[in-house]
């Protein structure tokens, strides 16, 4: 399997665990948004009941005209079409129908444009004893046409058309209109007619107003429903992005594009899910919108979702903690999409121009959720006719397709801003550290100056700049720059220069603050550095990083993914690394046997121990083939058991794999390092091995004795030895067979002391065996850490 699809694999893994883990909330959620998707259906199955056989049809399209008197409509003008009007003969059949049916002979207005019926209008209406009753004015545009095509009928015709809202709905235009088109098409048929019918119910419709309570509900109940789902359906993210899980992941060569992938099939399946389970209760209750339009809503309410999912990605990045901000995100979307809902209805009574009214619509949809106020304007609103009709298919203009292609817009819109924001967030951070740094060189190198670093460092900075050897880690000239929130500037790397060999282990040591983990993070990309230059066996990190090199273990276990059982979060990282399932198995096992995990593997990691979690980081750092490690206080709250056997897993590669340690236990890079830096001030003060720093920095003598026997005269024979030979001899420890002697280091020569313990041991002076040793690492590190803070004091006094 190649490296993408392991790493997908990895993510559709990790997610679809998590998304079962918290099945009862996502169930709930389920059930609010298909219960609030069902809402229509309800309302119609209670008007059902409360109708009980007295529903209301309206299946003639001019029943409901309060005023037969001056009944008049009006045909407006086309330039494009021969004599001025398209399609002549539909007026003669408009007019027949209305004779027919109300027994008026309607009058007829003839205008060129819109603009001059409207002046016509208000002229008549301005006498308030005028008698004008225009029920309608319309307009066929050029562009309109009916053919037969193999017995079948096909239309497209583009209708514009004002209506007298006062005495005339618009359904019922759509109706009579309907009806005249199938006549015209069909001559040869006596009395041919088509009732298709709106189907409203007395109990939905407003009978002052004439508006659809139904379609109106579609607006906003399905644009709660879908802010509500993708509200609470993208916390993971909002975790992810805000803790150290996703930035771990990157580190250990996660692809970002497998990572947003991977969550997008689980959230578009999840949503999948739940749309169709909404949509077969809908078509089992048979809601009557809904049957008329159902695979356009089906179509357009999925492609909506979609959108918003990647929508709600791009917030991820703004909201900082997952509860909170899934409770904002809801908040903030539910307003918008209210004063969405609102402003329509307002603006649809107010604004005469519905291309504007469209188009303040559209803005709307900025917040993709939006989308299915268009999606149901468009068909339900009757300027618009599309739907198939027998043989007979209306299309009237581009509103109808908006809901469809309004999402894809977002979709492509928002991928390129979440490439953006991942593109940005990388390179923001590299160039805002190099801005900090320029104008800041003398000042780093004053400071460096006043640091008394010793000549082992030094030196190997003149090895790192002229030699030719190839070191794992190279680090060259590494600067760190902070402004602090005091306005002093914090030189928490500076000018560092080290030479890592392959297949060594180098130590870090230095107090808190001293600049070891920055530079850590800085050679793993997680900081960006403000100057000078990484490489990484060979390749510089700022040009071409290869974060399968390199393996780490951070000083925190809050990378791993606390609902996660210990075995499964190594057997994400085993999927990210391309391990095979025989691998897998493997590795696992071999890492709950070397650190003894088997008690605890299988328990969610928030539920396990600080020590326990500190074992699963450190296993998942070796599941990782790459040939340098970076181990960060690894054993850390570790017990001393747990500590030796992780010792014993970092001996068992040791000379395989280069190992880079920052440790504040002085013994445990005593014990394992071959190299020891100790950093001050962000500057490396020193370099060598344990035995060597001993030597070199060591302010005492370090002796040990085995007495001859157990009684008060041996006793009191060492004692008078030490006392007469050595005065300055102080006893730390006193056992009845045993001592151990410290004597300052500057009152005595080791070859000196030697010499009086051998005389000691040969003249029976009560000693049986005896060593001596320079100062413990950790005293010696003791020891500069105090000269650096006298060095610091001297400078503040200057």
């Known amino acids: 399997m190649g490296i993408f699809l392991s790493q997908l694999k990895a993510v559709l893994f990790r997610r679809s665990i998590l998304q079962l883990r918290g099945i009862i909330s996502t169930i709930i959620v389920d059930l609010v948004v298909i219960a609030l998707l069902l809402v229509p259906a309800i309302f119609k199955l209670s008007s059902d009941k409360a109708g009980e056989g007295v529903t209301h049809i309206t299946t003639n399209s001019l029943d409901d005209l309060e005023n037969y008197n001056n009944l008049s409509i009006t045909r407006i003008k086309d330039p494009g079409c021969d004599g001025g009007f398209c399609f002549p003969e539909l007026l003669d059949i408009l007019k027949k129908m209305i004779k027919d ?13 819109f603009d001059d019926l409207n002046d016509f209008q208000n002229k008549t209406t301005s006498d308030p ?27 497209s015709i583009t209708c514009n058309v004002v209506v007298n809202y006062s005495n005339f709905q618009t359904y019922h235009f759509e109706t009579l209109f309907r009806r005249a088109v199938f006549k015209m098409m069909n001559p040869s048929i006596s009395d041919s007619d088509i009732y298709y019918n709106f189907s409203v119910r007395s109990e939905v419709m407003a009978k002052e107003e004439g508006n659809s309570y139904v379609a109106d509900i579609y607006f906003i109940i399905y644009a709660i429903a879908i802010v509500i789902f993708i509200s609470f359906g993208f916390g993971q993210i909002i975790e992810d992005l805000h803790t150290p899980t996703r930035s771990y992941m990157i580190a250990c060569g996660l692809n970002r ?25 809908n078509m089992i209750l048979k809601e009557p919108i809904f049957m008329k339009f159902n695979g356009y809503i089906f179509y357009a309410v999925l492609i909506t979702l979609i959108a918003s999912i990647i929508y709600a990605y791009i917030w991820g990045f703004l909201l900082r903690n997952r509860n909170s901000g899934a409770t904002m995100f809801f908040i903030v979307h539910i307003i918008f999409t209210l004063t969405a809902y609102f402003v329509g209805l307002m603006l649809r009574q107010q604004i005469k121009s519905l291309s504007l009214l469209k188009l303040i619509r559209c803005l709307f949809c900025i917040f993709p959720m939006n989308n299915v106020i268009n999606l149901f304007y468009a068909p339900i609103e009757p300027i618009k006719f599309q739907a198939p009709l027998n043989s007979v298919k209306l299309d009237a203009d581009s509103y109808y397709k908006i809901p469809i292609i309004i999402p894809i817009i977002g979709i492509i819109l928002y991928l390129l801003i979440l490439l953006l924001i991942e593109a940005l967030g990388k390179s923001a951070k590299k160039k805002f550290s190099k801005f900090g740094w320029s104008g800041h060189e003398r000042e780093f190198k004053e400071f460096k100056d006043k640091q008394k670093i010793t000549k082992e460092a030094i030196d190997m900075e003149q090895s790192v700049h002229n030699s030719s050897e190839e070191y794992a880690i190279k680090i060259k000239d590494v600067s760190k720059f902070y402004s602090g929130p005091n306005g002093k500037n914090i030189y928490a790397v500076n000018q560092v220069s080290l030479g890592i060999k392959k297949g060594s282990l180098f130590g870090f040591l230095g107090s808190n603050g ?38 780490r273990c951070p000083q925190f276990d ?7 059982t210990g ?31 088997s008690e605890h593997i299988d328990k969610k990691v928030d539920n396990m121990s600080g020590g326990n979690r500190r074992k699963c980081a450190v296993a998942i750092t070796f599941i990782s083939d790459a040939n340098i490690i970076l181990l960060d206080e690894p054993t850390s709250s570790l017990d001393p058991i747990a500590r030796h056997k992780v010792h014993n897993l970092i001996n068992e590669y040791r ?12 013994d445990e890079a005593e014990n394992l390092c071959d190299n020891i830096s100790i950093m001050l001030n962000g500057c490396v003060f020193t370099i060598g091995t344990p035995q060597y720093l001993s030597n070199r920095f060591g302010t005492e003598w370090k002796v040990d004795v085995l ?5 008060e005269e041996t006793q009191n024979t060492v004692s008078n030895f030490f006392l007469q030979g050595i005065p300055s001899a102080v006893a730390t420890i006193s056992r009845p067979l045993s001592r151990i002697y410290s004597i300052p280091r500057n009152d005595i020569s080791i070859t000196k002391l030697f010499r009086l313990l051998e005389q000691a041991k040969t003249n029976n002076m009560g000693i049986k065996y005896y060593t001596c040793s320079c100062s413990t690492l950790e005293k010696v590190f003791l020891e500069i850490v105090m000269l650096s803070q006298n060095n610091d004091d001297e400078q503040d006094e200057q």
């Not at 049916?101 to 444009?113: C, H, S, Y």
């Not at 007495?707 to 009684?711: A, Y």
């Open 655 to 666: 000379g395989e794999k280069t190992f880079m340690l920052c440790t504040h236990l002085l």
């Open 707 to 711: 007495l001859n026997d157990k009684s």
């Open 101 to 113: 049916e109300i027994n008026v002979d309607v009058k007829v207005n003839e205008f060129d444009t």
């Open 129 to 155: 004893h005028h008698s004008l009753n225009n029920i309608f004015g319309y307009q066929i545009v050029n562009n309109s046409y009916y053919r037969t095509e193999d017995d079948k009928y096909n239309a």
């Open 567 to 597: 075995r499964q979060n190594l057997k994400f990282f085993c999927y990210l690394y391309n391990k095979s399932r025989s691998e897998t198995k493997e590795i696992i096992d071999k890492m709950v046997d070397t650190l003894d995990l």
């Open 514 to 551: 001293a600049g070891k983990t920055t530079l850590m993070r800085i050679i793993l990309r997680d900081e960006a550095l403000s100057n000078g230059s990484v490489e990484i066996e060979g390749d510089d990190i700022e040009k071409s990083f290869d974060p399968k090199k390199i393996s």
């Open 558 to 564: 809050d990378h791993l993914t606390g609902n996660l």
């Open 257 to 281: 594009f497998a990572y947003w992938l991977g969550n997008f099939i689980i959230d578009f399946a999840h949503l999948f899910i739940v749309t169709v389970i909404a949509f077969i209760i």
